[in-house]
């Protein structure tokens, strides 16, 4: 959803999930140690772990549960390189657009306003850069996808709700409380892994200059 003021974001203890300059939330794979406090505190339980991978294997590969948790970052390899994110590009329909938030609002307003719609997303967990827009009331179309869980027996994540009321786990006593109590973990965390990449790019850098004298010689 990427949340304008994302919780996952402020309440992950090792401070890997970052805002792009798309606005995307991000994890960063390479540091992420699958702990899901991202996932407990997402209101749609976006984020997923995949176990048996990343920097957990390396430090502690005996203990089960870890892994890196992943979610959608806009497709930020593709945007990088100027190209459109994969849903969009691979939708049939045409129906997903990109672009920028304020003129993507504009447009989910005026096409509500012209089919007589609602809007999913501007508003919920404090607003999110994902909008939504249809002709069937969002409430219904949560009400039809609990019933298709229920149906099939379905209890497992990745399959979001689009309930009306969503509160931001950061407007609330438990999240502010959580939130004071892992920013200066976090800070720590974030500063270990920033100088790691300042050092490894040294590293890599001296490495390479090194490469290029003997190729010189």
């Avoid at 919780?7 to 300059?21: A, D, R």
């Avoid at 798309?22 to 996932?39: L, T």
């Avoid at 970052?73 to 129906?95: F, I, N, T, V, W």
């Avoid at 973990?185 to 920033?194: D, K, L, M, Y």
């Amino acid at each position: 959803m990427h949340c304008l003021d994302a919780p996952c974001q402020k309440l992950c203890p090792f401070g890997v999930i970052e805002k792009t300059k798309h606005g995307a939330v991000k994890i960063d794979e390479n540091f992420c140690m699958g702990g899901a406090k991202c996932r407990a505190v997402c209101s749609w339980d976006i984020p997923q772990r995949q176990a048996g991978v990343g920097l957990y294997m390396q430090l502690v590969p005996e203990l089960a549960g870890g892994g890196v948790m992943y979610k959608c970052d806009m497709c930020a390899d593709l945007l990088k390189e100027g190209k459109s994110p994969a849903c969009e590009a691979a939708c049939p329909k045409g129906a997903i657009e990109f672009g920028p938030y304020e003129q993507i609002r504009k447009k989910a307003y005026e096409r509500a306003k012209e089919i007589g719609g609602f809007i999913y997303g501007d508003v919920e967990n404090s607003g999110t850069l994902t909008l939504y827009v249809s002709d069937v009331p969002f409430d219904k179309i949560d009400e039809a996808i609990e019933a298709k869980k229920k149906e099939e027996n379905d209890t497992r994540f990745g399959r979001p709700h689009m309930k009306s009321e969503v509160e931001n786990m950061l407007e609330t006593t438990h999240g502010y409380m959580l939130a004071t109590l892992i920013a200066p973990i976090a800070g720590a965390a974030a500063a270990g892994i920033t100088a790691y990449k300042v050092l490894s790019g040294q590293k890599k850098k001296e490495g390479g200059e090194h490469c290029e004298a003997k190729e010189e010689k």
